[in-house]
């Protein structure tokens, strides 16, 4: 058996993870590329070409949710197509990369966190695969959005690596591009947010309705709007990716090296 046909064959028996990099991770540090994928989909084409890997010698799929370069505002990915490509790749599951604000005291700037629970203030998105053209309504039971078992695993690898992580927190989904207003961001507060984001939704449901676990995990690049008494500043939310960027990519390692790779 070839070298690349005995790797296909292991790559069979693991979990097939796909990792969704958001602002400031363009790059999967560690990936050994191995081929880049253009999948056609029925709605239309992925943000981006889909790099296949090996992180840890695992086989994986990493995808840029905000283009190539960066430049696709959170409104305008296709969450439908970048969904449907990494599912006709293989993909079982998925660890979505996104940077928020915090909102509630715990989640201070620089700290990770494994939400557990989201808020949908987004709108005009293409939010489902059911068109109502065919088979039965997609009413999908999303009480419990993140799959329970993929963030048990993120959190299990943040602390084999001492990785400080917030085990919970309610990720609130806005639209963007532009930040919030001091006002919605009290408001959200008073709905139970604990961080504000602009790309968890659609992308959590559409996992959910075409059966993909998936999980994410937040930097807190910066305090939301009205609760600093320091400006909202991007060169500093920049300087936060970068220095978490590694702490990012050291978690997920560990992650396929301990999950992946579990009977």
């Avoid at 909102?103 to 709108?123: K, N």
């Avoid at 947010?193 to 994410?216: K, W």
């Amino acid at each position: 058996m070839s070298e690349n046909g005995g790797w296909r064959q292991r790559a069979a028996i693991v979990k097939q993870l796909a990792v969704i990099g958001g602002t400031g991770i363009a790059e999967l540090e560690g990936l050994v590329e191995i081929a880049r994928h253009d999948i056609p989909t029925p709605f239309g084409t992925p943000s981006a070409p889909i790099q296949e890997g090996k992180l840890e010698d695992i086989r994986l799929f990493f995808l840029r949710r905000h283009g190539p370069d960066g430049s696709t505002p959170p409104h305008r990915v296709n969450y439908r197509a970048n969904l449907w490509a990494l599912q006709s790749l293989g993909a079982r599951e998925i660890v979505a990369i996104n940077a928020v604000g915090g909102i509630s005291s715990q989640m201070q700037v620089g700290c990770l966190v494994v939400p557990d629970q989201i808020i949908d203030y987004t709108w005009g998105r293409q939010h489902t695969f059911d068109e109502g053209s065919a088979g039965p309504l997609m009413h999908i039971d999303f009480t419990e959005p993140y799959d329970g078992a993929l963030r048990a695993a993120l959190l299990a690898a943040a602390a084999s690596e001492n990785i400080a992580c917030q085990n919970s927190a309610v990720y609130g989904a806005t639209q963007g591009p532009r930040l919030e207003t001091a006002a919605e961001v009290r408001r959200m507060a008073a709905d139970g947010c604990d961080l504000v984001g602009m790309t968890g939704m659609p992308e959590a449901a559409l996992a959910r309705e075409i059966d993909i676990a998936y999980a994410s995990v937040c930097m807190v690049v910066n305090a939301a709007a009205g609760l600093s008494d320091t400006p909202i500043s991007l060169d500093a939310m920049r300087t936060i990716l970068e220095q978490k960027a590694a702490t990012v990519g050291q978690l997920l390692r560990t992650l396929v090296r301990k999950h992946c790779c579990e009977p």
